[in-house]
């Protein structure tokens, strides 16, 4: 199986339609419930206009992302795992067990990246947010932050790394199989 068919079988046509449609159903209720009167009580730091937008869609976008990167990263598995036993202790529990694991399963340096954005850069912007965040501009910016380059950040570099170890040792299985003809 060559690179292209490995996307195609993550990336499918009722996958890709799915997710456009969860997008579109949860930025409808992001906005209803933005727009709302009322509230259970008032924020002393009140973001509107453009920046609101912002927040709703990193929100959205994680609740996006974390899905597809489930369902690449069992894909990834089921390549560099084949057998069904290491595959049930290859799932992880913690950031801790993320980052080894990974590390054992992936070996590369890489691996490190995945705590320093979910963790490190994640807590950078919850510091600014208790230390600068009083202006709604700040807070806007600061929370935006703390979800795309932290969070999302994170899930994606994680998912991109093992996603990339399965497209080479599928790709050298593919190579050593046209070999032998």
Known sequence: MNSDQSLN???????????CCFLI??????????????????SPVCIEGGWKLGLIITHILTFALIPLA?????????????D?????????GSQLGLSFRGYRLLETW????FPLFSVG????????????????????LFHILHDFGGTEAGVLIFTWLFYQKALSKDNSASELSSKTK
Do not use: C, W
């Open 9 to 19: 079988k993550i990336l499918s046509r009722n996958l890709i339609i799915i997710v």
């Open 110 to 113: 890489k691996i490190i990246l």
């Open 70 to 82: 489930m369902r690449v990263f069992f894909h990834s598995l089921d390549i560099l795992l084949p």
């Open 25 to 42: 159903a949860l930025g409808g209720f992001g906005y209803i419930l933005t727009t709302l009167p009322g509230g259970a009580t008032q």
């Open 121 to 140: 850069v994640n807590l950078t912007f919850i510091f600014l947010l208790d230390q600068y965040g009083t202006e709604p501009v700040t807070n806007a």
């Open 84 to 92: 069904s036993e290491s595959k049930d202790q290859a799932i992880f």
